[in-house]
């Protein structure tokens, strides 16, 4: 069966009524018939229907054994790095989400866990940073947002040989088109509030895991810390998910055929997409996934940031908002918004330029989509024209 099959009828009907849509089962408790007798629900925050229905789909796209959700991709996050104690260290990839940089380096480092970023794109260099402390590794691929690749199979076999835990944040790829589970990692986390959800309307987060066991203490600590996510928010995401494939396959031919306008542009100076054969990890890209994504990165040919934002602010149909993942388009500029928080150096040195502009590509015509860029681009143009003949 392929994969769009599977995934709409891995969503059951529901067995009581035969409703088609997954009911959403908003209460907060269940009616015991004798104390500790009950149809598998005792509290809500332990477990509810509708969310274990949810769980049972992402951990069936990701081909992995236990699906948990959570109250955000970052309550997902937190529950991995609860899997470690005090002195343990992690290697995370070193343009890692902003987010997940926050959690780790000002939460957690205070309880005695070091993090090391690394450039996971080249997985030979783990080798020289792993040592007998570190449990887990992190990666994101693609990363944002310069978008990355890192070799899944290689990394999960450097892991396993150091007895090291390999997640896999696999928000910008969904499980549509990378299944980092069958390629060896150990679990998977999801910013559920991107593409599974796919519609811009909610905030959360899955973790899966290939392992039932390693499902388990997943499961204790969302039941343990409770940032769990509510039935309608599962309800959400499971009706985002019935038309995952369908969305993601259009975002990938949107986003490469925007991808080669830009590489083309004389405006433009280089492109981040990992589906043009100028990216450095396509080969890569092309073996362990089944497509390169809706997020497409460029800078200008003259990098300054004042010319990147007054282009975010010109667009029509890409509005100026942070996220993706999306139906309608986004645009932003990293350094300026989701990147403003690092020091100009460091964001230098990790490959984000002054000029760097993200884009969500969403479902419109991409034709519309070209041209809506075409115009800012050329009204930056046009601009600069007029400036030199005022000078
Ligand atoms: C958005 C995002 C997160 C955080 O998820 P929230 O749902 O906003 O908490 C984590 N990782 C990646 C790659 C993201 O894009």
Same mark, same amino acid.
């Given at each position: 069966?392929?994969?769009?099959?599977?995934?709409?009828?891995s969503?059951?009907?529901?067995?009581?009524?035969?409703?088609?849509?997954?009911?959403?089962?908003?209460?907060?408790?269940?009616?015991?018939?004798?104390?500790?007798?009950?149809?598998?629900?005792?509290?809500?925050?332990?477990?509810?229907?509708?969310?274990?229905?949810?769980?049972?789909?992402?951990?069936?796209?990701?081909n992995?054994?236990t699906?948990?959700?959570?109250?955000?991709?970052l309550?997902?996050?937190?529950?991995?790095?609860?899997?470690?104690?005090s002195?343990?260290?992690?290697?995370?990839?070193?343009?890692?989400?902003g987010?997940?940089?926050?959690?780790?380096?000002?939460?957690?480092?205070?309880f005695?866990?070091k993090?090391? *970023? &690394?450039?996971t794109s080249?997985?030979?260099?783990?080798?020289d940073?792993?040592t007998p402390?570190t449990?887990?590794i992190?990666?994101?691929?693609?990363?944002?947002?310069?978008?990355k690749?890192?070799?899944?199979?290689?990394i999960?076999s450097?892991?396993?040989?150091?007895?090291?835990l390999?997640?896999v944040?696999?928000?910008?790829?969904?499980?549509?088109?990378q299944?980092?589970?069958?390629?060896?990692?150990?679990? &998977?986390?999801?910013?559920?509030?991107? *593409?599974l959800?796919g519609?811009?309307?909610?905030?959360a987060?899955?973790?899966?895991?290939?392992?039932?066991?390693?499902?388990?203490?997943?499961?204790?600590l969302?039941n343990?810390?409770?940032?769990?996510?509510?039935?309608?928010d599962?309800?959400l995401?499971?009706?985002?998910?019935e038309?995952?494939?369908?969305?993601?396959?259009?975002?990938?031919?949107?986003?490469?055929?925007?991808?080669?306008?830009?590489?083309?542009h004389?405006?433009?100076?280089?492109? *981040?997409?990992?589906?043009l054969?100028?990216?450095?990890?396509h080969?890569?890209?092309?073996?362990q996934?089944?497509g390169y994504?809706?997020?497409?990165?460029?800078?200008l040919?003259?990098?300054?940031?004042?010319l990147?934002a007054?282009?975010v602010?010109?667009?029509?149909?890409?509005?100026?908002a942070?996220?993706?993942?999306?139906?309608?388009?986004l645009?932003?500029?990293p350094p300026?918004?989701?990147?403003?928080?690092?020091?100009v150096?460091?964001?230098?040195?990790?490959?984000v330029?002054?000029?760097?502009?993200?884009?969500?590509?969403?479902?419109?015509?991409?034709?519309?989509?070209?041209?809506?860029l075409?115009?800012a681009?050329?009204?930056?143009?046009?601009?600069?024209?007029?400036?030199?003949?005022?000078?």
């Amino acid at each position: 069966m392929k994969a769009t099959t599977k995934a709409l009828h891995s969503i059951p009907v529901d067995p009581l009524t035969g409703a088609i849509s997954v009911p959403i089962y908003q209460t907060s408790t269940f009616v015991q018939e004798a104390p500790g007798q009950h149809k598998g629900f005792d509290y809500a925050r332990t477990n509810n229907p509708t969310r274990q229905t949810l769980e049972e789909i992402v951990a069936q796209l990701e081909n992995g054994s236990t699906g948990i959700a959570f109250g955000s991709g970052l309550a997902a996050i937190d529950a991995v790095l609860k899997l470690l104690k005090s002195g343990d260290e992690i290697i995370a990839v070193d343009d890692i989400y902003g987010g997940a940089f926050r959690l780790f380096t000002h939460v957690y480092e205070k309880f005695g866990i070091k993090v090391k *970023y &690394v450039d996971t794109s080249n997985a030979e260099k783990l080798f020289d940073e792993i040592t007998p402390q570190t449990r887990l590794i992190w990666i994101e691929t693609p990363t944002n947002p310069t978008l990355k690749i890192s070799d899944i199979k290689t990394i999960a076999s450097i892991a396993h040989a150091s007895n090291c835990l390999l997640c896999v944040d696999n928000t910008f790829a969904s499980p549509a088109l990378q299944q980092p589970l069958s390629l060896g990692a150990d679990l &998977v986390v999801h910013s559920a509030t991107k *593409y599974l959800g796919g519609h811009s309307d909610l905030i959360a987060g899955v973790v899966v895991t290939r392992e039932p066991e390693l499902g388990a203490k997943i499961k204790f600590l969302q039941n343990a810390s409770g940032a769990i996510l509510s039935p309608f928010d599962s309800w959400l995401v499971i009706r985002g998910i019935e038309t995952l494939h369908l969305r993601v396959k259009q975002h990938c031919i949107n986003a490469l055929e925007i991808a080669r306008f830009l590489e083309s542009h004389p405006a433009v100076r280089t492109v *981040y997409y990992p589906g043009l054969a100028s990216h450095p990890n396509h080969a890569i890209a092309a073996v362990q996934s089944q497509g390169y994504g809706g997020v497409v990165s460029f800078t200008l040919c003259r990098d300054e940031a004042k010319l990147a934002a007054q282009l975010v602010s010109s667009t029509r149909l890409f509005k100026l908002a942070e996220s993706l993942g999306g139906v309608k388009s986004l645009i932003c500029h990293p350094p300026s918004m989701t990147h403003a928080s690092i020091p100009v150096e460091k964001r230098r040195s990790s490959g984000v330029a002054d000029s760097l502009i993200r884009l969500s590509v969403g479902l419109e015509d991409y034709q519309d989509l070209i041209d809506d860029l075409g115009e800012a681009l050329g009204l930056l143009a046009q601009e600069r024209f007029e400036l030199k003949k005022t000078a």
